[in-house]
């Protein structure tokens, strides 16, 4: 046995990298991570102990998914064949750059964007082309065209509406980002419900275009780890070789069948989130703060004065924690608050115009 963990043989790589997270502070409202602030309908609920029940503790799960595959293509009118199912779509990112990424082979993203596109990518040994957003976070075409021209990258990503600046790209640039790039499109929809527009309608066997769903928002079941893609039938196929087997468990596939029961209870919520989404901007953009618009279920604000890291502590001593963004590149002076219940928005405007006034 070797004593000391310097001497055990890991990645040379690996050594220099970080696990991603989110740090969390014991608080009253918090309102970093882009939950839902709502928990799961309570019949949902109360019918978990029977579906406890139901499992076959001592069997494997069904690897292939079948039934859960079924209904959320139904949901999306397509077929199961389309449909891969895995522990939240972060899994399903790892899934595709194993199937395509890898060495010798590149993953092109458009920074400030989601930051697990990277982190996977190095884990996964894939080379990292970016290119740059404007000022305004907007993608510019010409600068999408030299990425692909340039660097002609096996996998692109491109998260819409966009985390963390919770702009929605316009159906046209994605369109030309389909036509322009040499490899796989993903188009990762984690907040598709927010927003005017999805991408799911355009995936086709014929293509490349895979789209990557969560039910972690708008279905309240982040705790659940259950994500999904709906891509072609071939891409499919090659990530059933990329996943372990068994990779999703009985009780999560069940549990999350069941939670389909109650799409249209829990999608009635984001009329409400969108409103208060609103309430928060334009009462922020009423303290003098700068506001990105977001078709999420968030807001990136940089507010003037005392500066981000001021302000995030300010909040957290109020009992209120955000997203500090401020150390990221193209972020600098950026915080991201997730709209929460009305009473979390209405002590975050509150602590934060107190923070701001005694400033």
């Not at 010409?142 to 340039?150: K, N, Y």
């Not at 604000?301 to 955000?322: Q, Y």
Request: with cysteine; glycine share 8%.
């Amino acid at each position: 046995m070797r004593d000391t963990p310097g001497a055990y043989p890991r990645r040379p790589d690996l050594t220099a990298m970080e696990g991603y997270h989110s740090p969390q502070v014991d608080v009253d409202v918090r309102l970093n991570t882009n939950e839902s602030p709502f928990a799961p309908p309570a019949e949902w609920t109360a019918r978990l102990g029977d579906i406890a029940r139901s499992v076959r503790w001592n069997r494997y799960p069904d690897r292939e998914a079948r039934e859960l595959r079924s209904a959320i293509a139904a949901r999306h009118g397509t077929f199961a064949d389309n449909v891969v199912v895995a522990n939240g779509s972060n899994e399903v990112i790892q899934a595709i750059l194993l199937a395509y990424g890898g060495q010798g082979r590149s993953m092109a993203v458009f920074e400030p964007t989601y930051q697990m596109y990277s982190q996977i990518a190095r884990v996964t040994g894939t080379g990292i082309v970016a290119g740059q957003r404007r000022d305004d976070f907007t993608i510019d075409a010409s600068e999408m065209r030299r990425v692909m021209t340039e660097y002609a990258p096996d996998v692109t990503f491109l998260c819409n509406p966009n985390n963390p600046t919770g702009l929605v790209e316009p159906e046209a640039l994605v369109r030309e980002l389909m036509d322009a790039a040499p490899g796989v499109v993903v188009v990762d929809e984690a907040y598709a419900e927010f927003a005017e527009w999805s991408a799911v309608p355009w995936v086709a066997d014929e293509g490349r275009l895979a789209v990557t769903r969560t039910f972690s928002k708008t279905l309240s079941l982040a705790a659940l780890r259950v994500g999904y893609a709906v891509v072609p039938d071939w891409m499919a196929r090659d990530l059933a070789v990329t996943l372990l087997p068994y990779h999703l468990d009985a009780f999560s596939q069940a549990a999350t069948l069941a939670a389909l029961d109650y799409v249209d209870e829990m999608e009635a919520r984001v009329a409400l989130v969108r409103a208060e989404r609103d309430r928060i901007s334009t009462a922020m953009t009423g303290l003098g703060i700068t506001v990105w618009e977001s078709g999420a279920n968030f807001v990136l604000f940089r507010p003037a004065g005392p500066g981000a890291s001021t302000v995030w502590s300010g909040l957290v001593e109020r009992g209120v924690l955000v997203r500090d963004c401020s150390g990221w590149r193209g972020l600098e002076g950026c915080l991201r608050v997730t709209v929460g219940t009305p009473e979390e928005n209405d002590a975050f405007l509150t602590a934060l115009g107190d923070v701001l006034a005694r400033a």
